[in-house]
């Protein structure tokens, strides 16, 4: 009987010890994936062409014209540009005139 009670004690001891290491792995991969997307992050400047619920285009100096897709919310800054106004787009991944965004955008600032 007491040998049960040890096992159990143990038992629950390293199931404890078990969850909490692996509770504090989470926070560093969720920081860890915020500080190498801002390292990785590209920005383009241009003129807003379009924009949709889903995306907006962005076209260069060069007349290239850029898709940017978004899920959810609207990036930061996208509701204070207008159609016409010269933006700059800060993002992570890599565009494209022909393959579709693969990425994220981080911002868009109205330049002046």
């Known amino acids: 009987m007491k040998k049960k009670v040890v096992m159990m004690v143990v038992t629950m001891a390293m199931a404890v010890a078990m969850m909490t290491g692996c509770g504090a792995k989470g926070d560093t991969a969720s ?11 590209s920005t383009i400047s241009g003129t807003l062409d379009e924009v949709k ?10 007349g290239a ?24 787009v800060t993002y992570t991944g890599e565009i494209s005139e022909v393959d579709p965004f693969e990425g994220e955008v981080l911002s868009v600032e109205v330049s002046k």
Not at 31 to 41: F, I, N, P
Not at 54 to 61: E, I, L, R, Y
């Open 53 to 62: 619920d889903f995306m907006f285009v962005v076209t260069d100096a060069q």
């Open 31 to 41: 920081q860890t994936t915020q500080e190498s997307q801002t390292a990785d992050a």
């Open 65 to 88: 014209s850029y898709a940017f897709t978004f899920d959810g919310e609207k990036p930061a800054g996208l509701d204070d540009a207008k159609i016409g106004d010269k933006v700059t």
